[in-house]
RNA sequence: GCGGCUGUGGCGAAGUGGUGAACGCACCAGAUUGUGGCUCUGGCAUUCGUGGGUUCGAUUCCCACCAGUCGCCCCA
């Protein structure tokens, strides 16, 4: 062994590309009916865009941002996510001044964190995401949330859960926020040391903690979902009425916080509810950020979005067995006996290949049989064979595979023959 | 960043401090000198992650490192 992949990255061989782009076509057909479209941004951004969109206190910054100067002497990062640099170039492009509002985006492509990898997270990973900017109306985070929801549906997983939660609007968010620091600044010695930082920097983030969650000030730590306004409160209700309508079961669970600064409103998580299905169950998130536009130096514009991550979805297929659709076995093998004939199938092989069929032929001067065995594996609908006898009476014996019939076209006018044989 | 487990041919997998490292799958060849999927026969690791140590001797024992994997933190 010399050199070896990355630690954190994979590669994605050929036969499981089948089911990256089954689900990347059937993500893309979602997004065409939804009306999203696609935006391609940089896979590096200057490393500021995400110390403001992400947030400093939050783990992607802090420790996971794969960052570098380059030769300009410029910081840059490897994004860790999509939203930011969608954000950046909805800001920069000047896309809040596109007739069509609201602007709706969607994204599919490699994202980088430095961590540790394990079942279901990696360094450089997948993501598709959507993103719906400058509408407020409650019925487009039912909308983003359906979208997701239907995507895994439509490639057949039935067990997910679909998790939603309200920060609030500002407002709401502030009088929490300052209910929750009284609420743990007595005894916050009592904690572990990141709720301690947390306490000054976003007490949210308290609630999420996995090492404290058994202490007795969290059971009766203040809830958001009691300090949203009425404003806040009428938006959450309106959000959750839509999901009904849309038959889209959830679960509000008051604690769900989400790792990223820029959120409020709605948030939401999609997990995998199988058995047995690695640590880390989330399959998709996502939330409301109104205030991230404005943030990135654009006008004060609402936002949604999600990102799920492709390898987390084709965990959750495989862990409910979900198998892909194998593909079909090709159109005609040619074979080959004697120089002569091998010569004569490069022409043919280009006449069948720009008729619309799939074809193949040996290239490792087998013997006949085992350029049968070789077409077998293909799962060769046909085998069309040449040799000397062909050659010389202007024939070609094509065999059916599945049948085991043989017959003969004439070799001058095989391509329009086997048309026909082939229907 | 921390912790558990693992590291033998293309893949799966047994094994022992001492001449030649099981077996299965896959692959290749032949039986069948121009025809696949079945069967039979034969072939296929100067070598057991890397480096060091213990030993007369290590793939097997010890240490370090590296890699993989699972988990913690956190997330997609």
Known sequence: MSISIPRGTQDILPEEVELWQQIETKARELCRNYQYQEIRTPIFEHTELFLRGVG????????????????????????????????????????????????????????????????????????????????????????VISLAMNLYKEMGLKKLKLIINSLGDQESRKAHREALVNHFKPRIGEFCHDCQTRLEKNPLRILDCKQDRDHELMKTAPSILDYLNDESKAYFEKVKQYLTQLDIPFEVDAKLVRGLDYYNHTTFEIMSDVEGFG?????????????????????????????????????????????????????????????????????????????????????????????????????????????????????????????????????????????????
Do not use: W
């Open 56 to 143: 400093d206190t939050t783990d992607i910054v802090q420790k996971e941002m794969y960052t570098f100067e380059d030769r300009g002497g410029r910081s840059i990062t490897l994004r860790p996510e999509g939203t930011a640099p969608v954000v950046r170039a909805f800001v920069e492009k000047k896309m809040f001044g596109q007739a069509q509002q609201p602007v709706k985006l969607y994204y599919m492509g490699p994202m980088f964190r430095y961590e540790r990898p394990q079942a279901g997270r990696f360094r450089q990973f997948v993501q598709f995401g959507i993103e719906a900017l400058g509408s407020t109306d409650p019925a487009i985070d039912a909308e």
């Open 279 to 423: 640590a880390i169950s989330t399959l998709c998130g996502g939330g409301r950020y109104n205030g991230l536009v404005e943030e990135i130096g654009g006008p004060n514009t609402a936002g949604i979005g999600f990102a799920l991550s492709i390898e987390r979805f084709i965990a959750a297929l495989k862990a409910e067995g979900i198998e892909p659709n194998v593909g079909e076995g090709i159109d005609c093998y040619l074979a080959a006996i004697g120089q002569e004939a091998k010569d004569y199938t490069v022409g043919l092989l280009q006449q069948l290949r720009l008729a619309g069929f799939s074809a193949e032929r040996d290239y490792l001067d087998r013997k006949i049989k085992a350029q049968f065995k070789a077409a077998d594996r293909l799962k060769a609908k046909y085998v069309a064979t040449l040799g000397e006898e062909e050659l010389k009476n202007n024939k070609i014996s094509v065999k059916n595979m599945a049948t085991g019939e043989q017959t003969e076209l004439a070799l001058d006018a095989f391509v329009e023959q086997f048309l026909k044989l082939h229907g």
